[in-house]
């Protein structure tokens, strides 16, 4: 059945040949507007399912700001423009539209890219419905578990964290009957791992005594009502709510949103959860929050009146709960390194989109994992019993690709003296991965287009079509967008496989995943070889996080196998050649003020019976004039979390007089 469409459009003449064109398809429109305000009083009296809508129109109001009402209203949409700014073009992105018509177009462009967009929305919707059911049903079984204030509000953000992801968050209950309250936070260190940075923890990080940071809390107010900010509107909110720059000057956040919930005995918990990155939060996360009002309730409700009163007379100064690794962490991300806030975001969206049929494209740069990616997707998927089928599209010619992906009869070209099975059929109810999708010949793009749209393939020189169950998921490291504007990729091609796009980030944006990944590859390599590993040294270290790495991962690979080769089992590893920067960053010198430490790492006090771990530590801290975190600090230094690292701090009683 056919979506109804309304059309907004200024100029008379185009939305009369749209109107003409589109009920000659058999769509129904149910109006033409000319500006902002008289669609918004058309889709109140019919609301249509799909806009047409131009990005310039009559009035103050752009087709942008109308955009973003649609997306909250979960009404597809399609851009119809002439040439615009980039900065145009960028913020019409921002509000996801379901397709973008450059005028002129033709007939057959429009009718193809309103298909795509029914096609879509109906899968944006499906899926969306199947999210929130998984989550209401995780929530649920929250209830049964015999945890209580200890362990069910941060059990229920666990569950949460895949669709309102954040790096820190904070727990604080109030009592209804006084001013008393209790507070407590978790800083993000993993994928599921989750370390106390409570009132005592952040007092060793950031300097300030703890009675500071409990009057920063008192003079804080609980919220009451559902809420996200932002950027520049979470700065905003420091002046009456003290505690949120503080934590976002300790921590580098940028964004918070706050659940409110309130228990059938009057208690109220607040659970914040905030980001570092500045645009984290969204009203479609808050629609979220508040269709899943009903659990969280039951959630806080089945914690025992006696246990939150204990709770509130707690002395400040002790833990009050522990968030460790979950002992049922999926092991899909294992042999994936690292814990870097852009990775973990990667593995929140693949635990979001996992469990559905969605069609997923993994973009990124060479060598940035995405075949990992793909592997992790499939493990965590109810197809994960059935074949994950793999192919590279760059890597066979383009006569050749055809039949490799659809299979061919017996004598159907030369050669073909058997009948033979297609990568599609192989995977039949199961995931199929067709890597450089950006590399597939236009010819055979229609072909993979009606796979996707009938779910059913023909093999060369069949005459029959051959239904099949498969989910897909594609990768590339070219701009699709770019290949689509310059006629080397189907635009309608591009919106079937952009459902659920992930964005790998480049190794140089995750720094500091650089030296685990090092280590990681120079241990397995060093046990395939059966020879001994004794560290990388401190100059390659640091020379390793300097360079930019073009070739990502894989070229770290590269590089630590050749050190690897070359070294002698008796002392760390060193680089081969030094490696030449294409960025021209400043390399590693010995004018580094931390360059005349001989860096031992933590784990080097306890397995060799070493004295002085505490006066090491602060002989490193004065190196780096106090710095934990970041580029040269300590943590880097001595190859710790830097979470980690201010726990044993605390443990040890450090505090800033001991190095400054």
């Known amino acids: 059945m056919k979506e109804s469409i309304l059309i907004v459009e200024d100029e008379f003449i185009t939305a009369d040949d749209l109107q003409l064109t589109l009920e000659g398809a058999g769509y129904r429109v149910t109006g033409a507007a000319v500006s902002v305000q008289e669609a918004r009083e058309m889709i109140r009296r019919d609301r249509p399912g799909i806009v047409l809508l131009d990005i310039h129109l009559k009035g103050k109001l752009s087709g942008i700001v109308l955009g973003k009402e649609l997306k909250e209203e979960n009404i597809a949409f399609i851009y119809l423009s002439a040439n615009s700014s980039e900065e145009v073009l960028q913020a019409a992105k921002a509000t996801e539209p379901y397709g973008f018509l450059i005028k002129p177009y033709r ?8 298909d795509i967009a029914q096609y879509r929305h109906t899968q944006s919707l499906r899926s969306k419905w199947l999210r929130e059911d998984i989550l209401k049903k995780r929530l649920s079984d929250i209830l049964d578990t015999p945890a209580g204030w200890e362990g069910k509000p941060l059990d229920t953000a666990r569950v949460l964290q895949s669709c309102i992801s954040f790096d820190y968050l904070s727990l604080r209950v109030n009592s209804p009957y006084d001013k008393r309250f209790v507070a407590t936070g978790f800083l993000r260190i993993g994928f599921d791992e989750y370390q106390e940075a409570g009132i005592k923890e952040i007092a060793v990080v950031s300097g300030v005594k703890p009675d500071e940071i409990k009057n920063l809390l008192a003079a804080t107010p609980p919220d009451r009502s559902l809420g996200y900010f932002n950027g520049k509107a979470f700065e905003e909110t420091f002046a009456s709510r003290p505690v949120n720059g503080f934590l976002a000057k300790t921590f580098q956040l940028c964004s918070y949103l706050v659940m409110p919930l309130l228990s059938a005995d009057g208690f109220v918990f607040n659970l914040y959860f905030y980001s570092r990155k500045p ?16 659990p ?18 707690m002395p400040w100064d002790v833990s009050r709960m522990t968030m460790a690794k979950n002992d049922k962490t999926p092991t899909a991300f294992e042999g994936i390194i690292g814990n870097s806030p852009l990775l973990l975001d990667v593995f929140d969206q693949i635990i979001r989109v996992a469990p559905l049929d969605t069609s997923v494209l993994i973009l990124g740069e060479s060598g940035t994992g995405k075949e990992s990616i793909a592997d992790s ?7 994960k019993d059935k074949p994950l089928v793999k192919i590279n599209c760059a890597a066979l010619p383009p006569s050749l690709i055809e039949s490799e992906l659809f299979g061919h009869e017996k004598g159907a070209f030369t050669g073909a003296t058997d009948k033979r099975i297609g990568k599609f059929e192989l995977a039949d109810g199961g995931t199929i991965f067709l890597d450089e999708i950006g590399e597939m010949p236009m010819e055979l793009q229609p072909k993979l287009l009606r796979v996707l749209q009938q779910r059913e393939i023909e093999r060369v020189g069949g005459r029959q079509p051959v239904k099949i169950n498969v989910r897909l998921i594609t990768a590339t490291n070219r701009d699709l967008e770019k290949e689509v504007a310059e006629d080397r990729f189907r635009l309608d091609l591009y919106y079937r496989l952009n459902v659920f796009p992930i964005q790998l980030p480049a190794l140089r944006e995750r720094t500091a995943d650089i030296v685990p990944l090092a280590l990681y590859f120079a241990d397995c390599l060093c046990r395939q070889i059966n020879k001994p590993f004794h560290g990388i040294s401190p100059e390659m270290l640091a020379e390793l996080q300097t360079y930019d790495w073009p070739g990502n991962v894989r070229e770290l690979e590269n590089v630590i196998e050749q050190s690897v080769i070359i070294n002698n089992g008796a002392s760390g590893l060193t680089l081969k050649r030094p490696l030449r920067n294409p960025l021209n960053k400043a390399p590693f010198t010995t004018a580094n003020p931390v360059s005349d430490l001989t860096i031992r790492t933590l784990d080097d006090f306890k397995s060799q019976q070493l004295q002085g771990e505490k006066e090491y530590i602060c002989m490193v801290l004065k ?12 943590a880097e230094l001595l190859n710790e979390k830097p979470t980690t690292l201010e726990t044993r701090m605390a443990k040890l009683g450090i505090n800033k007089k001991d190095f400054l």
């Open 623 to 634: 190196k780096t004039n106090g710095r934990v975190r970041g580029k040269g600090g300590a």
């Open 296 to 313: 969280l309730t039951g959630m806080i409700d089945s914690i025992a009146f006696t246990e939150k009163e204990n709770a509130l007379s």
């Open 107 to 114: 007939e057959k462009d429009l009718l193809i890219a309103l």
């Open 279 to 294: 645009g984290a939060y969204n009203d479609e996360q808050l629609g979220l929050i508040s269709r899943l009002q009903q």
């Open 377 to 383: 997707i499939h493990r965590l998927s109810p197809r």
